[in-house]
Nanobody, 128 residues
Framework: QVQLVESGGGLVQAGGSLRLSCAAS????????MGWFRQAPGKEREFVAA????????YYTDSVKGRFTISRDNTKNTVYLQMNSLKPEDTAVYYC?????????????????????WGQGTQVTVSS
C-alpha cells in the first residue's frame, strides 16, 4: 500500500510560479518511478512530467518543456513539480502518481496504466 498526498496548488496569475509537492508513505519510495498528470475540465487526464526511480532521467510533455521541472528527494519521500511561466492553459487538477518498483523503459513514463498509485489531486488555476 502506497499513499500519495499532493499540496502546493492554488491561484496564480499568468507568468507566475508554483511548486507542487507529493508526499509518499507506505512502501519504500526510492524504487518507484514517479509522475505528474493533470486533468482540465472536459478533458482527459494527460501526462505532464515523470522522473526515474534513481532521479537520473526526467521526461516532459512538449507543452511544459523549459517551464516545468520535476525532481525528487528520496530521503524525504517527496517528489516536486516546479512550475514557472504559468499559462492559463496549465489550469487543471494535478495528480501525483507512483509506478512499479525498479527501472522502466523510457516509453513507460507517459503511460497512465503503468502507474499503480495516485494522489487525490491539487487544483492549479492560472488567471490571465
Amino acid at each position: 500500500q502506497v499513499q500519495l498526498v499532493e499540496s502546493g496548488g492554488g491561484l496564480v496569475q499568468a507568468g507566475g510560479s508554483l511548486r507542487l509537492s507529493c508526499a509518499a508513505s507506505g512502501r519504500t519510495f526510492s524504487s518507484y518511478a514517479m509522475g505528474w498528470f493533470r486533468q482540465a475540465p472536459g478533458k482527459e487526464r494527460e501526462f505532464v512530467a515523470a522522473i526515474s526511480w534513481k532521479g537520473s532521467s526526467t521526461y516532459y510533455t512538449d507543452s511544459v518543456k523549459g517551464r516545468f521541472t520535476i525532481s525528487r528527494d528520496n530521503t524525504k519521500n517527496t517528489v516536486y513539480l516546479q512550475m514557472n511561466s504559468l499559462k492559463p492553459e496549465d489550469t487543471a487538477v494535478y495528480y501525483c502518481a507512483a509506478g512499479s518498483p525498479g527501472a522502466w523503459s523510457g516509453s513507460y513514463y507517459s503511460e497512465l496504466q503503468r502507474y499503480n498509485y495516485w494522489g487525490q489531486g491539487t487544483q492549479v488555476t492560472v488567471s490571465s
